[in-house]
């Protein structure tokens, strides 16, 4: 079936303004996660949904970030007031239930540049 | 605080030698570690991963190593294989938390 996918692939906006970015896991998968990745860093947690409800959202990095997945499938990502900091690759991953040895498949990711 | 390093930034080997890729972390409480491999302009790929009561997993080319008195793993590939250039991502979890915390990853370069 078809993996993890993101939209859109790329998106430049200015300082200060809204983005909205979407995962689309694999289908059946119940748990779904948002990642950060910086200019050489490795991925940085966000955010991690069990079905609908968000069970762990201590990566947001403040109030400017909000994620939501109201059915359970797609999620969305949300930046309100972009920084220049923003800008980094999000990595959206899914699992089939969020257990400890399940392996979590990434998409191909967001590359968002804010000037 | 870094909680999984990889210290080594980049790595380059000749094909058909072994290519040895390190990982250190700080948290005891990981039990469950993981190697990703990426791409450029594509997301991580999971590549093998092993459980805390292990010492060792094998999968093909691929193999890690766990010492857990030294916090301390590595994934060896061999023999190398040019298509195996990629950043190779060390990856950590604990049991009582799903997020995995990743090190900053290795960029290995396969020559032919």
């Known amino acids: 079936g078809a993996g993890v996918s993101q939209t859109p692939s790329n998106k430049v906006t200015e300082k200060g303004k809204y983005v909205e970015l979407r995962c689309d896991p694999i289908s059946g998968h119940t748990a779904l996660y948002w990642y950060r990745q910086s200019l050489g860093q490795g991925p940085e947690f966000l955010i991690y949904?069990?079905?609908?409800?968000?069970?762990?959202d201590s990566g947001l990095p403040n109030d400017r970030f909000f994620a939501v997945r109201p059915e359970g499938s797609v999620s969305t990502l949300k930046i309100q007031r972009t920084e220049r900091g923003d800008s980094a690759v999000y990595l959206c991953?899914?699992?089939?239930?969020?257990?400890?040895?399940?392996?979590?498949?990434f998409g191909p990711g967001t590359r968002l540049l804010v000037l | 605080d870094q909680q999984v390093k990889q210290n080594s930034p980049s790595l380059s080997v000749q094909e058909g030698r072994i290519s040895i890729l390190n990982c250190d972390y700080t948290n005891s409480m990981f039990d469950y570690f993981l190697w990703y491999k990426k791409y450029p302009a594509e997301g991580p790929t999971f590549l093998i991963s092993?459980?805390?009561?292990?010492d060792k997993n094998e999968d093909g080319r691929f193999t890690v190593f766990l010492n857990k008195s030294a916090k301390h793993l590595s994934l060896h590939i061999v023999p190398s294989q040019p298509g195996d250039s990629a950043v190779y991502f060390c990856?950590?979890?604990?049991?009582?938390?799903?997020?995995?915390?990743f090190g900053k990853g290795t960029k290995l370069t396969v020559n032919p």
């Open positions: 092993i459980s805390s009561i292990k």
């Open positions: 991953a899914s699992s089939l239930m969020g257990q400890l040895q399940e392996t979590q498949y």
């Open positions: 990856a950590a979890r604990s049991g009582g938390s799903e997020k995995l915390v």
């Open positions: 949904f069990q079905g609908t409800g968000a069970a762990d």
